[in-house]
Structures are given as structure tokens and as C-alpha cells.
């Protein structure tokens, strides 16, 4: 069985968090909207009566549809070694890509803080506002409470000890993310916190996901996505 993702073709976005998971799986999967016609067939996957998606990205796997990305990745966790087997230890996986969605969401609103539908330039005096605490208190917040998970009570490889999860494959992208838009910041955040470089780097060098960075299925960073470059709020 192939997987359907269902996302928006020319940028990483919140479609890439899932990707990444099934890259490391190795799973069989279509890109729906990167093929001929295929954001036509997105559309229409959103007015299905049963179970519509709120929005991209969402997957089918034979008859089900998931939506909302922790969901999805709750779903492949469990279903490609993922994710630890117990309750616990699942909900904890669940509990870190809770987590990173917050993270995500701020990482968005530091350039579009007054709306998504309004250009960068019609709320720059918001965002200027808004990406300066974004930078002094949000990401040393985050990510220094995952350097901690990778730390305490002892150093360890991924967030949940020596095997790794979809949580670190997000944890690896937030990474590689925040570098494009906030590489002042991440300098400096790396070098209080080198598990986090150590972390990306680790990811990076596994066999699957080292050949999909190398492949043009992997989007380059751009500036329509979540992760978006304006020096100016990079201070």
C-alpha cells in the first residue's frame, strides 16, 4: 500500500514534518499535489463529506485519512518503529511534537503576527515586535528545554534515549528551519546548546534521510513557507 500526502507542492511547510518521517520509514508514498493535476485532486480531498481535513497536511492510508500533523505522526509511529511501543513512552513521543506544533506556530507568527492573509510588509512594525521576543525569550525557551531532554539526566543520542523517534526528525527540521530564518540567533543558541547541532547533524546522517536531502524530493527552503529569512528580524 502506497501513501497518499496531501500538501501544498512548492514549499516544506508543516507537509515536511511528515515527509521526513516517511522517508526515514522507507514507506512507500505519493506526493498528491507535486504530480500533474494534483492540486485539484487536493482540493477536492478537502470536501469529502466523512472525516474532511481542516487543511493540508493530511494522508490516506487505504481507506483512512488522517489529518493535523501530530496526528499523522502519532499514526506512523506506531506504524514503521517510530515511536516507542508503551502507552507511556507513545504519549511522550506525542506530548515532544505537541511541543514542536507550539514552536512551529510562534516560528510562523514572528513574520505574520497580525494575519496570514496580509503581506509580511503591511504588519513589518508588528513583526519587527513580535520576531524580537520571538529571538530574546522564545527560542532559548524551546530549544533549551530540548537540549535539556538531551542532556538530563545524562547526554544521549536522541530526545527519548538511543533510539530515534519522529519527534527528533521534527526536532531536526525546526532546527535546519530556524537556521534559514534566524541564523544570528542560532549561532549563538548552538553554541550555549551544541546537542542541538550534534542532534541535526546525527539525523542528517542517516542513510534515508541523507538520501532524501540529496534528492529534489526534498524542497529547498523559500520564502513562502514557515520558515522565512528577513535579516531585519534577525537581531
Do not use: C
Not at 515527509?19 to 520509514?25: G, H
Not at 511541543?99 to 512594525?125: G, N, R
Not at 513583526?127 to 537540549?147: H, M, N, Q, S, W
Not at 531536526?172 to 553554541?191: S, W
Request: proline share 7%.
Amino acid at each position: 500500500m502506497a501513501y497518499e500526502l496531501f500538501y501544498w507542492p512548492e514549499i516544506q511547510g508543516r507537509g515536511e514534518f511528515v515527509r521526513l518521517a516517511l522517508e526515514e520509514a522507507g514507506a512507500d508514498y505519493v506526493d498528491v499535489a507535486r504530480r500533474k493535476g494534483g492540486t485539484d485532486l487536493l482540493m477536492a480531498a478537502l470536501e469529502v463529506e466523512e472525516y474532511p481535513a481542516f487543511a493540508p497536511p493530511f494522508l490516506k492510508a487505504g481507506e483512512l485519512t488522517v489529518g493535523q500533523v501530530a496526528n499523522i505522526l502519532l499514526y506512523l509511529g506506531e506504524q514503521h518503529g517510530l515511536a516507542p511501543r508503551t502507552d507511556p513512552g507513545r504519549l511522550w513521543v506525542h506530548q515532544l511534537q505537541l511541543t514542536i506544533a507550539d514552536l512551529v506556530t510562534e516560528i510562523h507568527d514572528s513574520h505574520h503576527p497580525i494575519a496570514s492573509s496580509l503581506y509580511y510588509e503591511d504588519q513589518k512594525p508588528e513583526a519587527l515586535r513580535r520576531a524580537a521576543d520571538f529571538v530574546e525569550t522564545r527560542i532559548p525557551k524551546f530549544l533549551g528545554y530540548f537540549a535539556r531532554l538531551l542532556t538530563n539526566p545524562e547526554p544521549r543520542p536522541y530526545l527519548t534515549g538511543e533510539r530515534l523517534t519522529y519527534a527528533d526528525l521534527s526536532l531536526f527540521q525546526v532546527i535546519e528551519g530556524l537556521r534559514y530564518a534566524y541564523p544570528n540567533t542560532m549561532k549563538q543558541i548552538e553554541t550555549e546548546y551544541p546537542v542541538l547541532g550534534q542532534l541535526r547533524d546525527r539525523v542528517a546522517a542517516r542513510p534515508n534521510i541523507a538520501a532524501y536531502l540529496a534528492s529534489e524530493r526534498r524542497i529547498p527552503f523559500n520564502q513562502n513557507g514557515i520558515f522565512r529569512h528577513y535579516p531585519e528580524l534577525d537581531q
